[in-house]
């Protein structure tokens, strides 16, 4: 996969792609093979730092106790203090109600045998517990912490998910090419190196809208294949436009 050949893709997405009256994410999907995800070894569980920022940043949580919560305040979307643990470890429903909004904890590292006591069984089954792999552990003294929020708020998590393939949205529609392929390129690399560098175990390289066309990166594509699915995407979309006009017209003569 080549610079060039991103570029190309991500132009037939463009241009292929049923519009929407939406702004739609772009995704990437990295197909793997000849890995037994039965070993926790061969899983893919990385962070990667976008080069441009993604429109929708990552939203970002602290644990923290009173060393750290004049740094926290302004600076997170959610702080929860050392004191106000048991409070949550009581309401196992809300933990589980703000890990879904949150994409990364942050956590002082004093406080962890307290936080996988209390958040642990949530946390970790929902893979969000604090992660030192990438820095979101941290001293409870430290000088300044906006840099680590800077960073973790373009960070990308690349993680097989137990199936054979890395899905990720490196960006938006609304971005131009250039910056997409940028961030393409640094995913693309991370699973490279976490492959030990083994290309033979990257099957194919996706590029789609979120509810777009997809396309393989590389692929000659003849004007019969674009033509043939060009009327199949529009022919959908009409679908969903006919659908979407009955539910809200179903949803007048109810009210």
Request: charged share 30%; no cysteine.
């Amino acid at each position: 996969m080549n610079h060039r050949q991103v570029l190309e893709t991500l132009k037939l997405v463009r241009e292929y792609s049923q519009k929407r009256n939406f702004t739609q994410a772009v995704d990437l999907i990295i197909n793997l093979s000849g890995l037994n995800l039965k070993k926790s070894e061969e899983n893919i569980n990385n962070f990667v730092v976008l080069p441009y920022k993604r429109s929708k940043e990552s939203k970002l949580g602290i644990f923290v106790g009173d060393e750290l919560i004049s740094q926290a305040k302004g600076n997170f979307d959610l702080i929860i203090h050392k004191d106000d643990f048991k409070e949550y470890a009581q309401d196992p429903n809300k933990i589980r109600k703000i890990a879904k909004h949150i994409s990364f904890f942050i956590a002082q590292v004093n406080l962890m045998p307290d936080i996988a006591k209390y958040f642990g069984k949530i946390l970790g089954s929902m893979g969000k517990m604090p992660n030192p792999k990438s820095g979101a552990v941290v001293p409870a003294l430290i000088p300044d912490i906006k840099p680590l929020v800077s960073k973790l708020r373009s960070t990308l998590r690349i993680q097989t998910k137990n199936e054979l393939s890395v899905k990720v949205s490196v960006g938006t529609e609304a971005m131009k090419d250039e910056e997409l392929a940028e961030n393409i390129f640094a995913v693309y690399q991370n699973v490279f190196y976490a492959l030990h560098e083994d290309k033979h175990k990257i099957k194919n390289v996706i590029l789609k809208f979120s509810m777009g066309r997809p396309f393989f990166v590389g692929k000659e594509y003849t004007p019969e294949e674009l033509k043939n699915k060009d009327i199949e995407e529009k022919k959908k979309g009409k679908l969903e436009e006919q659908k979407e006009e009955k539910s809200l017209k179903s949803k007048g003569e109810k009210e």
